[in-house]
Nanobody, 124 residues
Framework: QVHLVESGGGSVQAGGSLRLSCAYS????????MGWFRQAPGKEREYVAA????????WYDDSVKGRFTISQDNPVNTLYLQMNSLKPEDTGMYYC?????????????????WGQGTQVTVSS
């Protein structure tokens, strides 16, 4: 069973940085990809970044490209999202997710397993 637990959220002023962590169970090793999503109040969930297990390639939404970095450290079973130059529009609940079935589901942001989320608030 895949388990995902996020941490590292908090409140920061615009221009600041945060690093989110997602601790995952060893069953996640079989995943095709892992990713980060966010959801602001009253808005739809947004696919932010992904890392593909085979080869380690990454993908970012245009809104975070150049500011966010996704990385994975399997020896410590942790996925990270380094967030720099934060903006108020980055505010939201951030979720870690894993997809074990197909690359196509990774590309579409259609993930099977989800964490509970960690709140990020960026003030102007």
């Amino acid at each position: 069973q895949v388990h995902l637990v996020e941490s590292g959220g908090g409140s920061v002023q615009a221009g600041g940085s945060l690093r989110l962590s997602c601790a995952y169970s060893k069953d996640t090793y079989s995943s095709r990809c892992m990713g980060w999503f966010r959801q602001a109040p009253g808005k739809e969930r947004e696919y932010v970044a992904a890392i593909y297990t085979s080869g380690g390639s990454t993908w970012y939404d245009d809104s975070v490209k150049g500011r966010f970095t996704i990385s994975q450290d399997n020896p410590v079973n942790t996925l990270y999202l380094q967030m720099n130059s934060l903006k108020p529009e980055d505010t939201g609940m951030y979720y870690c997710a894993a997809e074990i079935w197909t690359i196509d589901r990774c590309r579409k942001g259609d993930f099977t397993y989800w964490g509970q989320g960690t709140q990020v608030t960026v003030s102007s």
